[in-house]
C-alpha cells in the first residue's frame, strides 16, 4: 500500500497535480468536497526538515487512506496523460494560429512528431514492427517494449512545421550542415519537450526553463536565417550496422581525460548526439553537435573520439550515461543489453541524479553528484556495440 502524503517530503515533486488525479479518481478519502480544504492543509505545513510524523496528524480529520500499489501507479500514469495533453505546442519558430495547421476550433493541431525516424530508421531495425529501449526504475534498467510507430514520439509540431525535417526524413543523409543541424535540432526539442510534460508533475526549478529558452532562441534565429553553421558538428562512422537508435540533449560535466566543464551561469551549454544506423551501407553514424559560441567547452571532444581510437566504448559512455531515447532491435537488445543492465543501471543513477541538502524554505541547496570525473573512460567495460 502507498500512504501518497509521502509526496509531500519531496520539493521536486508537484503535488498538487498528483492530488488532484487522486481526487478526480476518488481514491484514497480524497473528492471534490474536502479537497480545497485539504489542499490548505497540505500547504500550510511547515518546512520539510521541520516536521516529525506528528505533523502529518493535522490529516486525520479527512479519514484518509493508504492506494493499492496498483492504482496508485494508474494515478501516476494518468498524471503523466494530463502532462502530455497539457504540453501540446508546436516548437517552430514561425509557429502561430496563421502557419499552423488548425482545427475547427481554431486551435493549432499537434500530432506525435517522431524524434528517431520512423521509415528508414526504426524500421530497419524493428522486430515484426516493435522495438525495445529500458528505463531506469527504482534502481534497476528494466526493458520497455514499443511499436515503432509510436517509439520516440512527442506532440512537439503541427504537420505543418514537420516539415523542416525532410532534408533527414527523405533524403540520402550525406552529412551535411543542413543535416547535422537539424538531427541536432531534433533532439534539443524532444528532450525539452518531455521535459515540459514531467514539469506539470515534476519542479525543475526556474534555472531549467531559462536553459530552455535560451536555447531555443539560439536555434531560432538560425532556422529563421537558415544559419545552419550556428551548430558544428563532428561525424564518427562505426564500419557495422548496429541496430540501435538514439536522439537526445544534454549536458556533459567532464571530458574524456577527466578534466571538468566549466558551464556558464546564463543557460546550459548541451550537446546534441544522434545514432544512426545505415543498414544498406553498413555503417553506423554518430553525431556530436554543439553550438558555435560553445566550441570552447566541447571542441576537445571531438577531437578526443578520434585520438583514442576507441570509438565503441566512447560512444556506449555518452549514450548510456545521458539518453533514454535510445531503441534497439529486440533480438539484440536481448543478446547483448541484458547482460549490461546492471552496469547501465549504475552508470545513470552517477550521471543523471544530482542530490542536495533542502534549506527550511524546502529550496534543494548544497547539490552534488556522485558522477565520477573518470566515467566516460568506462571502467566496467560497457559496450551496447554487441560486435
Known amino acids: 500500500m502507498v500512504n501518497y502524503l509521502k509526496i509531500l517530503e519531496n520539493p521536486q515533486i508537484n503535488f498538487e497535480k498528483t492530488f488532484e488525479v487522486i481526487r ?27 516536521r516529525n510524523t506528528a505533523t502529518y496528524s493535522v ?32 516548437w ?102 518531455k521535459k515540459l510534460e514531467l514539469s506539470i508533475s515534476k519542479n525543475f526549478g526556474d534555472q531549467s526553463q531559462i536553459d530552455i529558452t535560451e536555447n531555443k532562441k539560439i536555434f531560432d534565429k538560425a532556422i529563421k536565417q537558415k544559419d545552419y553553421s550556428r551548430v558544428e558538428s563532428e561525424v564518427f562512422e562505426l564500419p557495422f550496422f548496429y541496430p540501435i537508435a538514439a536522439s537526445s540533449s544534454f549536458y556533459l560535466d567532464f571530458d574524456f581525460q577527466g578534466s571538468a566543464i566549466s558551464h556558464s551561469d546564463d ?3 548541451n550537446v546534441f548526439v544522434t545514432l544512426l544506423p545505415k543498414k544498406k551501407e553498413n555503417k553506423t553514424y554518430f553525431i556530436l553537435s554543439y553550438f558555435k559560441e560553445d566550441r570552447h567547452l566541447y571542441q576537445n571532444l571531438g577531437k578526443q573520439l578520434r585520438s583514442r581510437n576507441n570509438l565503441k566504448s566512447d560512444i556506449t559512455m555518452i549514450l548510456a550515461a545521458h539518453t533514454d531515447n ?52 568506462n571502467p566496467d567495460k560497457i559496450n551496447i556495440f554487441g560486435y
Open 92 to 193: 517552430h519558430p514561425d509557429a502561430d494560429t496563421s502557419t499552423c495547421n488548425l482545427n475547427e476550433n481554431g486551435e493549432i493541431i499537434v500530432t506525435a512528431a517522431h524524434s528517431i525516424q520512423n521509415n528508414g530508421i526504426l524500421s530497419e531495425i524493428a522486430e515484426n514492427g516493435k522495438v525495445l529501449s529500458y528505463k531506469f526504475d527504482k534502481g534497476k534498467l528494466v526493458s520497455r517494449e514499443f511499436q515503432k510507430n509510436s517509439a520516440s514520439t512527442f506532440m512537439g509540431f503541427c504537420n505543418n512545421h514537420d516539415s523542416i525535417f525532410r532534408p533527414i526524413e527523405n533524403f540520402t543523409y550525406l552529412k551535411s550542415p543542413e543535416q547535422n543541424f537539424l538531427f541536432a535540432y531534433r533532439g534539443f526539442v524532444m528532450v525539452c519537450h
Open 24 to 50: 478526480d479518481f476518488q481514491m484514497g478519502g480524497l473528492n471534490s468536497a474536502n479537497y480545497h480544504d485539504f489542499m490548505q492543509t497540505a500547504k500550510s505545513l511547515p518546512p520539510i526538515r521541520m
Open 267 to 269: 543557460r546550459m551549454e
Open 326 to 377: 535510445i531503441f534497439f532491435n529486440p533480438v539484440y537488445y536481448m543478446t547483448f543489453i541484458e547482460k549490461i543492465q546492471d552496469a547501465v543501471a549504475k552508470l545513470i543513477f552517477q550521471t543523471q541524479y544530482d542530490h542536495g541538502i533542502i534549506d527550511f524554505k524546502n529550496n534543494i541547496q548544497h547539490q552534488f553528484s556522485y558522477t565520477p570525473s573518470n566515467y566516460l573512460a
Open 59 to 90: 490529516f486525520d480529520k479527512f479519514n484518509l487512506t493508504d492506494i493499492s500499489h496498483d492504482k496508485y501507479g494508474a494515478i501516476q500514469k494518468e498524471v503523466i496523460k494530463r502532462g502530455i495533453r497539457a504540453s501540446k505546442i508546436c
